[in-house]
């Protein structure tokens, strides 16, 4: 599935996605409607928030932080469709030496440590999620929303080529697209991709550190606090019923 068919315009957030049409590794395909990516959800306007509640969604995961959402309350709080799932570990954080994170990649590898309960907690919150469309987002749609959506679509088993396409869509966004633009000097423009852009290979460093340290991403959750049996409905929930 191409990624215009994949786009959602839901007035005013700028990165929202549906991930269905991925294919997996076994001929199956990602279903449609299933999970949707996107960014802060304040953003939406009356007719952003109508779109959403068209397109079947049943469940939203906010992985923003406690400033964040005092700062930007969701439209949905309140809403019994409304889950607040924090990605960051806002204690193990305080600890956090930005000096060791230097990369994007360097800062992915740290979070999916001190993270990983939380992170954990929030597939198993989609996992277990109403049936129906369960829509995961942060600020930006792309850093925790990237590696939350990258971990379940890996325990769906997308390869993980398919995990870099989308998560380098995110560099579609309309506010990175503008700030690029303004940047004149190539060296610049560079340079500022790879500190807030979405380069394929940050998230495939993720996905492959797993593998070698956990034996996958599925161990990895389960470590964590993830019960087969919640893998097992967060792989029936994503998956298509036809194919092999």
């Not at 993270?115 to 129906?132: D, S, Y």
């Amino acid at each position: 599935m191409t990624e215009g068919l994949r786009r959602l315009e839901w007035p005013d957030c700028g990165n929202v996605r549906d991930v269905g049409g991925l294919p997996t590794e076994d001929g199956h395909r990602i279903r449609r409607g299933a999970l949707v990516r996107s960014d802060d959800l304040g953003q939406l306007t009356p007719a952003g928030l109508a779109a959403l509640r068209g397109y079947g969604v049943r469940r939203v995961l906010d992985l923003r932080g406690t400033t964040e959402i005092e700062r930007i309350p969701s439209p949905l709080a309140g809403d019994p469709v409304y889950r607040w799932t924090p990605f960051i570990d806002e204690e193990a954080d305080r600890d956090r030496d930005p000096a060791v994170e230097g990369t994007p990649i360097d800062t992915y590898l740290g979070s999916v440590e001190r993270n990983a309960r939380h992170i954990a907690a929030a597939l198993a919150a989609l996992a277990g999620a109403p049936p129906g469309g369960v829509v995961v987002h942060c600020a930006e749609g792309k850093d925790r929303t990237g590696i939350l959506v990258a971990l379940a679509l890996r325990v769906a088993g997308v390869p993980p080529a398919e995990i870099a396409a989308d998560y380098a869509a995110s560099d579609e966004r309309p506010a990175f697209r503008r700030e690029l633009a303004g940047l004149a000097d190539a060296a610049e423009r560079d340079a500022f991709r790879d500190r807030h852009g979405c380069r394929p290979a940050t998230i495939l460093a993720v996905v492959e550190y797993l593998e070698h340290r956990y034996g996958g991403v599925d161990r990895y959750l389960c470590r964590n606090g993830v019960t087969p049996d919640q893998l097992a409905a967060l792989r029936a929930r994503l998956r298509e019923e036809s194919g092999p």
